[in-house]
């Protein structure tokens, strides 16, 4: 008996010391490959706080949010690289080589950096291939009315009239191999407000590469850059503006990685004369604030400069004709809202765009 | 047959879900607090840090700088009330109520922002 009950016991010590063995194999294991997991993972700081940051530059609100450890210094080379493109291409406060391209007009070329000679070039494709609907050669037209002023007034037709012709892309010449620019008539003004901020977004997207950031994204008044998805690997979630209802009111929702979104709208800046809104976007081609039947264009690019050209060549170009431009490009989607509230979207938005209205007044024309 | 280190094995692997379990609720609970926080900043600067839910009564707050401002708080919302700027801008983005709510005047360099994430949406084109 008392044998038995030692080889018994015995039996049950072998087998305590064997599943001793066991359990911490196992949890050595769960814990090699926790260890790993945060290691090798592209979303390294899945469970980690993001990092927001709120600016003020190129006229208007700058937000980023980034997960990193160090996502505050981080977002300060972001801002600084925002200044140094703003300084050089505002035509709201005096320096800069735009200004110096503009008081230049009519008379000679002038030496500008990478920067500016890609964004003059971006600026004149979208010209081209939106048939002058965009057209950063505005400037005289944005001027007289003054709309981001403190004094904005409608101008005479007969006034508009001779500013319009001022106001052609092919006056600017661009001489890559010297780095310098020219335009053509004395009175002419580049304005890139419809596309600098856009450049600056993919900026501060390359800059979020360069540091090994995963999970980010940047708002440029609108101009919004994500760069990957959000950090458990999901897309981010972007609301469409509500063109009629308040700042942070949406229409629908886009899930997108990587991707640039940018919306142009005639909410965005205007004034109202005598019972009459007058918004910001300019048709070069009337002198007057865009009447296409759009009141908010979004675009969904790969660049964000090719987004912010492209939100506001559609807005001038209304329905018919900005559908079929974004069709001819490659890899470009938009979502479009008609002045009688009905919403449509690309057929290549399918997948990922989601009507969502919760203020009940608009229509989702799935097709056209 | 369950042998005595078997179940020992099972009991602390349980233990350790109980335990992780507790943690990860916690940690979204905290998330999903109804408690709102309204902040006012000044060039990225907190000037004021509200919690909406514990207001009673009505209150004025006036922020000086180029151009005055007064921002008025109720229980659960805020918003920017008077503003001295040209384009009004932030007067006319109404009541802010939710998470991720914001209103900015960009010519004051002010903004007001209820803490934390809207659930839906993580941005909004402008």
């Known amino acids: 008996m008392e044998k038995t009950v030692f080889i018994k016991r015995t039996n049950g010590e072998t087998d305590m010391g064997k599943n001793f063995l066991t359990l911490i194999v196992v949890l050595a294991t769960v814990c090699l490959s926790a260890c790993s997991v945060s290691e090798n993972t592209p979303y390294k700081n899945f469970e980690a706080e993001p990092y927001e940051n709120t600016d003020f530059a190129m006229g208007t609100v700058i937000n980023q949010r980034i997960y990193a450890d160090n996502a505050e210094e981080i977002s300060r080379k972001v801002m600084e690289r925002i200044r140094q493109i703003e300084d050089d291409m505002t035509i709201n406060k005096p320096g800069g080589e735009i200004n110096r391209l503009n008081d230049s007009a009519g008379t000679d070329f002038v030496k500008v950096s ?4 890609y964004v003059l070039e971006k600026a004149k494709k979208f010209s081209e291939i939106s048939n002058g609907a965009f057209d950063v050669t505005i400037g005289p037209l944005v001027k007289e009315w003054g709309i981001s002023t403190d004094k904005p007034a409608v101008p005479s037709m007969e006034r508009l009239q001779n500013l319009m012709s001022l106001v052609n892309y092919r006056d600017i010449t661009i001489d890559r191999e010297e780095s310098k620019a020219k335009l053509e008539k004395k009175g002419q003004l580049i304005d890139l407000g419809g596309i600098a901020k856009g450049f ?15 999970s980010a994204f940047i708002n440029i008044g609108g101009n919004i850059a994500l760069l990957g998805g959000k950090p458990d690997g999901s897309p981010w979630k972007v609301g469409i503006r509500n063109p009629r209802g308040p700042e942070g009111s949406y229409i629908g929702i886009i899930s997108a990685k990587d991707k640039a979104i940018v919306s142009s709208g005639d909410y965005q800046r205007y004034f109202i004369k005598d019972g009459t809104k007058y918004h910001h976007i300019i048709d070069p081609k009337t002198g007057y604030p865009a009447d296409s039947g759009l009141i908010g264009t979004t675009i969904i690019a790969d660049l964000s400069v090719d987004a912010d050209a492209l939100s506001t060549a559609t807005f001038v170009l209304g329905l018919e004709k900005g559908m079929e431009l974004i069709e001819k490009i490659e890899g470009v989607e938009a979502v479009f809202i008609t002045k009688d509230k009905k919403v449509y979207a690309t057929e290549g938005l399918a997948g990922s765009f989601k009507f969502e209205d919760d203020s009940k007044g608009y229509e989702y024309v799935k097709k056209r | 047959m369950l042998k005595k280190g078997d179940i020992v094995l099972i009991g602390i692997i349980g233990v350790a879900i109980v335990i992780s379990s507790v943690f990860v609720l916690q940690y979204k609970r905290v998330d999903n607090g109804t408690h709102k926080i309204a902040v006012i900043k000044v060039k990225d600067k907190v000037v004021k840090s509200i919690d909406l839910s514990s207001v009673t009564e009505p209150q004025r707050i006036e922020i000086s700088g180029e151009y005055n401002q007064v921002v008025l708080v109720e229980n659960g919302r805020i918003r920017f009330l008077e503003a001295e700027c040209p384009d009004k801008v932030c007067v006319n983005t109404g009541w ?25 949406v993580d941005i909004v084109t402008h």
Not at chain 2, 96 to 114: Q, R
């Open chain 2, 96 to 120: 802010l109520s939710d998470k991720g709510d914001m209103a900015v005047c960009i010519p004051n360099s002010t903004m007001i922002k209820i803490e934390g994430q809207s659930s839906k």
């Open chain 1, 114 to 117: 990478e920067d500016t000679l």
């Open chain 1, 200 to 214: 600056a977004a993919d900026e501060a997207i390359e800059i979020y590469r360069e540091h090994n950031i995963r």
